[in-house]
């Protein structure tokens, strides 16, 4: 399956403003410990890995685009890598403690995540954790959100999204989570955000075409936006900034 992030440039990892700290943040959610056996799901070009390739476990990394998997191995190092959807993972039942996946669940339509929920707590250990990294959204936020990320990958031409992307609210996320199986669902506080910029897609998603930023900033400044959120426009650049959600949940 062709990525939609095989054309864009390297680095779209970072391309909300998220740091080291904000990772490692993430990661030290999950309790690791020496030996554990890892999987880093829908790992794009290994963010998280290159971090977690540092510790004395077993990594595994799994993406459903070759291409990216190929950027992967070139970012880390002493892992294990797999070509797989996330829908249909290519391991046995109980295989690992923990299973992260960040910026990714977004991307699997409505009625999958779901399955994709189940997918993992199989792969899991009992007692293992899933760790997800999302936006943090209310309804009303959510339904701009959506449009707006929605006409930027419409204007990408990144098909698949513009059919499936689904961002879920924290409510929804909860729901889903625990009627795929899981216990003690968490959301641990945090301050990391994610700064939504049309600009920045300006330069990975539409490949420097002025034209597009354009277009999608005429479009969002269009839109009816929540009071709770924040656009900013300065030079030519439309911003949002969103919360984002972090939840931990047990096998």
């Not at 009625?111 to 199989?122: A, D, G, H, T």
């Not at 277009?215 to 656009?231: I, M, Q, T, W």
Request: positive net charge; aromatic residues 10%.
């Amino acid at each position: 399956m062709k990525s939609p992030y095989e054309g864009i440039k390297r680095g779209c990892q970072y391309l909300h403003g998220f740091g080291k700290n904000d990772i490692s943040f993430f990661l030290g959610l999950a309790g690791l410990r020496d030996g554990m056996v890892v999987l880093d799901a829908m790992c794009g070009e290994g963010a998280l890995s290159q971090q977690l390739s540092k510790k004395n476990i077993e990594l595994h990394l799994l993406d459903n685009s070759g291409f990216q998997i190929g950027r992967a191995k070139e970012n880390v190092k002493g892992a294990e890598f797999h070509i797989g959807s996330v829908l249909e993972m290519p391991f046995s039942d109980g295989t690992f403690d923990a299973v992260f996946i960040r910026n990714g669940v977004y991307e699997v339509s409505k009625r999958s995540q779901i399955k994709l929920y189940k997918e993992v707590l199989r792969v899991l250990k009992k007692g293992g954790l899933f760790l997800s990294w999302t936006l943090g959204l209310d309804e009303a936020q959510r339904d701009f959100v959506q449009a707006f990320v929605g006409k930027k990958d419409k204007l990408a031409g990144f098909d698949d999204l513009v059919r499936n992307r689904h961002l879920m609210t924290r409510s929804e996320l909860s729901s889903d989570l625990k009627a795929a199986g899981f216990s003690n669902v968490g959301f641990p506080q945090n301050s990391i955000e994610y700064v939504l910029s049309t600009q920045k897609w300006g330069k990975t998603d539409f490949l420097g075409d002025k034209k597009k930023v354009s277009s999608l900033n005429e479009y969002v400044l269009g839109l009816k936006k929540p009071a709770s959120l924040s656009l900013e426009e300065h030079g030519g650049d439309v911003r949002l900034v969103v919360s984002a959600l972090l939840s931990v949940s047990q096998k």
